[in-house]
Every structure is written in structure tokens, then in C-alpha cells.
């Protein structure tokens, strides 16, 4: 099988991983605007 789908009990933690990486990603852009 190599369909691939997201299990529901990992899909949270998905969810948690790349908000979690938001304001980073939002933090670094805006220390290398104002700098």
C-alpha cells in the first residue's frame, strides 16, 4: 500500500508542528526587516 494518509491521532500534532513554526517563521522576517 502506498497510499498515504494522515492518521487522525497524528494529525493535532501536525497541526501543532506548523503553527508552532508560524511565528518563527513571522519573528525572523521581521528582526531581518528592521535590521
Not at 518563527?24 to 528582526?31: A, G, P, R, S, V
Amino acid at each position: 500500500m502506498k497510499y498515504h494518509a494522515v492518521n487522525p491521532k497524528k494529525f493535532p500534532l501536525f497541526l501543532e508542528k506548523n503553527w508552532s513554526s508560524v511565528p518563527i517563521i513571522i519573528t525572523t522576517l521581521m528582526m531581518n526587516y528592521i535590521s
